[in-house]
């Protein structure tokens, strides 16, 4: 499944971008709260956290995840 972005217009429910659903398809539409409820300082300590793992990963500084269960495994 994957989520399609709308608004409300005039009280209707329109998408915002082209869609291939059949006519008279049914949707469940949920609506998105406030966020990831995160405060300012959590956000930014994410956001270096995800800056930081895409230049492990750039630099050629990553491991699979096996090789990293195992590096714990071996941790007294």
Do not use: C, W, Y
Not at 34 to 47: A, F, N, S
Request: zero cysteines.
């Amino acid at each position: 499944m994957r989520a399609l972005k709308a608004h409300v217009e005039n009280g209707r429910i329109v998408i915002d971008e082209p869609t291939n659903l059949p006519e008279g398809a049914e949707l469940a539409v949920v609506i998105a709260e406030g966020g990831d409820q995160l405060d300012d300082e959590e956000r930014e300590q994410l956001h270096s956290s995800i800056e930081r793992g895409i230049a492990d990963m750039r630099e050629g500084r990553e491991k699979g995840l096996d090789e990293f269960i195992d590096e714990l495994d071996s941790e007294p």
